[in-house]
Nanobody, 115 residues
Framework: QVQVVESGGGLVQVGGSLRLSCVVS????????MGWYRRTPGQEREFVAR???????HYSDSVKGRFTASWDNAKNTAYLLMDNLNPTDTAVYYC?????????WGQGTAVTVSS
């Protein structure tokens, strides 16, 4: 059974950084595409980044240049390094594993950016 577990959220001040982690188990990491999304209360889930490989990562315009997504095959872990955070980045961040059998979502990790 495929499981997706995020961690690393927390409270950070404006301009600060956080690194989120996403551990995927039950599937060979190299065979899947990973995605990061976020949701704020009352809003639709928003695309943040998609990792096809460490050489092919797509970002939303709102985070491009500030966020860096990557993965570590050896650890079956995806990362989202978030720099220069601002209050509009406050959200619950979700990791998704796109499998041939469907998408598996993690439970989310909350990020709060205080001014």
């Amino acid at each position: 059974q495929v499981q997706v577990v995020e961690s690393g959220g927390g409270l950070v001040q404006v301009g600060g950084s956080l690194r989120l982690s996403c551990v995927v188990s039950g599937v060979a990491f190299r065979t899947i595409v990973m995605g990061w999304y976020r949701r704020t209360p009352g809003q639709e889930r928003e695309f943040v980044a998609r990792i096809v490989s460490n050489e092919m990562v797509h970002y939303s315009d709102s985070v491009k240049g500030r966020f860096t997504a990557s993965w570590d095959n050896a650890k079956n872990t995806a990362y989202l390094l978030m720099d220069n955070l601002n209050p509009t980045d406050t959200a619950v961040y979700y990791c998704a594993a796109f499998l041939t059998t469907g998408t598996r979502w993690g439970q989310g990790t909350a990020v709060t950016v205080s001014s």
